[in-house]
Each structure stands twice: as structure tokens, then as C-alpha cells.
């Protein structure tokens, strides 16, 4: 009785971590569907792909979950969507709704408000509009070099990766992140800030903590204004994303 328990559990453990690796795909389908876009003049032909009951163009939605977070994908410049079509479909299957839309010009202040427009868009056609969601502005360089290039950079001739190893630890990390942050599902911190990653051979993990300044508060009450100097604030978390640590309180 005791082997057979212990059979059971080693396999349910092994479907679990199945299922959690960022590096596989997930357990949803992936539908897609194309629209164009426009923002103030600003046409904008986007792919969106999102977690369906079945693969392909215009599949229904999978709404047995959800809601699902909503993230803006921006291309590389002189890049096209279609180039970028396996992270989607990656993302889109770990319950990720992804919008891509091709840029019409190299404009940074008008792209990022091209990503947060489609962003609205989205979340205005869901029927869900409280639905989380976040914008990640992705550029030529990221914060993770891939023995000798970055994630981002496709076109750097003096990489020591393949490109298919490139694109699934690209894949891999950007899941992990958006688990991390936008599921606030801790199991996946080991993969964006602890050991798994740190032990990574295939890529050189650089991270940097800088503690921002505490700004001017005022509190509006029915008595008045108070300014910060009369102000006494205790933070208590709840509850943390970083696995080794324990919630607790701040006084300042």
C-alpha cells in the first residue's frame, strides 16, 4: 500500500511540474485572429492570439478560465509581427491574450501609446473589463544576455547560440516572467530570479535593486488636506512573490 502511494505521488508531482515549466508549452490551444487597428490617425495591422478550444484563424475563446492577462507585444524595429508568431503562440497557451501590432513608423513616445491604445482596445472588447494586464515594451537589448547576444537581438553575428535554443530560452523566460508577475504565481520565481536561473549556464543573469525615494503624500479627508509631515503610513504585505521570504510590515 505504502509503494503504491508513493508511485501515485511521484506522478502527480511529475504531471505538476509538467504543466508549471515555462519552457514547454501550456496546456491551452491557441486561436488567432487579425485586426486593424487605429489610433488617431495611426493604422495598425495587429495579430491577436489568445487561449481557444481549438488551434487556428478565429477559433472560439476557451471561457471554461480566465480572465486572462493582456500583454502588448512591440516588434523590433524594421521587424515585421509574423516574425515573432511561435512566442505568441507560446504565450497564448500558458493563458496569455497577446496583442502585436505592426508599426508603421519608428516613433518611440507614439509606439508606446500605440501598445497601451491596443492594450484598451482589447480589455474594452472583453467582456471581463477588470481583467489584469500589462504593457512590456520589448527592445533590441534585454536585461538577459544569451552567451555573447541578447534575447532580442536577432542579428548580433558573434552569438554562440543556435537560433532555436535563442528563441526557447527567450520563450522560456518571458513565460516564467509573465507567470511571475501577472499570475502572481510564486512557483515561478526560481525561474526569473532564483536558482534555476542562476544556475543557468546558457545565459549571464544581470539584475541591479535601485531604491526609489519616497515622494510627497497628502491625504484629502472631510476635515481638510494633511500634509505628509502629519502623515504616519503602515505598509503591511500580505504576501510576496519571492518564495525564500515571508510577508511582513514596514513602518515609515
Known amino acids: 500500500m505504502i509503494k503504491i502511494l508513493i508511485v501515485v505521488l511521484i506522478l502527480v508531482q511529475s504531471c505538476f511540474y ?3 515549466y515555462p519552457g514547454n508549452r501550456g496546456s491551452f490551444a491557441q486561436g488567432w485572429y487579425s485586426e486593424t487597428i487605429n489610433r ?14 481549438t488551434d487556428g484563424e478565429n477559433a472560439p475563446t476557451d471561457t471554461t478560465q480566465g ?19 511561435s512566442l505568441y503562440r507560446q504565450l497564448a497557451s500558458h493563458g496569455f491574450i497577446v496583442i502585436a501590432p505592426q508599426f508603421s513608423d519608428t516613433q518611440h513616445g507614439e509606439l508606446g501609446g500605440d501598445l497601451i491604445f491596443c492594450i484598451n482596445h482589447i480589455v474594452t472588447m472583453s467582456k471581463t473589463p477588470e481583467t489584469d494586464f500589462i504593457v512590456w515594451w520589448i527592445q533590441q537589448k534585454g ?40 499570475y502572481e504565481d ?30 510627497s503624500i497628502m491625504i484629502k479627508t ?13 505598509w503591511e504585505k500580505s504576501k510576496t512573490l519571492n518564495q525564500t521570504r515571508k510577508a511582513g510590515k514596514m513602518l515609515w
Open 222 to 234: 472631510s476635515s481638510g488636506t494633511i500634509a505628509n509631515n502629519n502623515i504616519e503610513i503602515k
Open 18 to 20: 509538467a504543466q508549471v
Open 143 to 182: 536585461i538577459r544576455s544569451l552567451d555573447g547576444r541578447t534575447i532580442w537581438d536577432w542579428t548580433d553575428a558573434n552569438g554562440y547560440i543556435n537560433r532555436n535554443n535563442q528563441i526557447y530560452l527567450s520563450q522560456k523566460y518571458l513565460t516564467a516572467a509573465f507567470k511571475l508577475f501577472l
Open 67 to 85: 480572465p486572462y492577462p493582456v500583454v502588448a507585444f512591440g516588434h523590433g524595429f524594421f521587424m515585421q509581427t509574423s516574425y515573432y508568431i
Open 40 to 53: 488617431d490617425g495611426r493604422s495598425m495591422n495587429s495579430r491577436i492570439y489568445y487561449p481557444s478550444m
Open 186 to 215: 510564486n512557483n515561478y520565481w526560481k525561474f526569473v530570479f532564483g536558482d534555476s536561473v542562476s544556475t543557468d549556464t546558457s545565459i549571464i543573469l544581470e539584475s541591479s535593486i535601485n531604491q526609489l525615494p519616497l515622494y
